[in-house]
Nanobody, 125 residues
């Protein structure tokens, strides 16, 4: 099992930006596709974005496309989520997740074996 630890969440106002980080441990980080999910109060956990093992392809939920950017630094074993133009509906606990291999067709949570504990993002207004 790879360990994943999210950080960077907080309380911001609508229109602000925030960057989340997911620090991981493991000898084979570069062989995992990575994703961010989120869970808002009273809602199911939903897919936000994913990135392939090499970082060559990214995928976004329609609700965040154009505002959020996922990236990874395999040398640092870290995945990032840059969130711009935040909206109150972005309020949720954000989770980092890992899946063996690439992420094509893997927007469903059951593909992901390793999860972080989550970091809270709250957007006011």
């Amino acid at each position: 099992q790879v360990q994943l630890v999210e950080s960077g969440g907080g309380l911001v106002q609508a229109g602000d930006s925030l960057r989340l980080s997911c620090a991981t441990s493991g000898r084979t980080f570069s062989s995992y596709g990575m994703a961010w999910f989120r869970q808002a109060p009273g809602k199911e956990r939903e897919f936000v974005t994913a990135i392939t093992t090499s970082g060559g392809r990214t995928y976004y939920a329609d609700s965040v496309r154009g505002r959020f950017t996922i990236s990874r630094d395999n040398a640092k074993n870290t995945v990032y989520l840059q969130m711009n133009s935040l909206k109150p509906e972005d309020t949720a606990v954000y989770y980092c997740a890992a899946t063996p291999g690439d992420v094509v067709g893997r927007s469903a949570s059951y593909w992901y074996n390793d999860w972080g504990q989550g970091t809270q993002v709250t957007v006011s207004s």
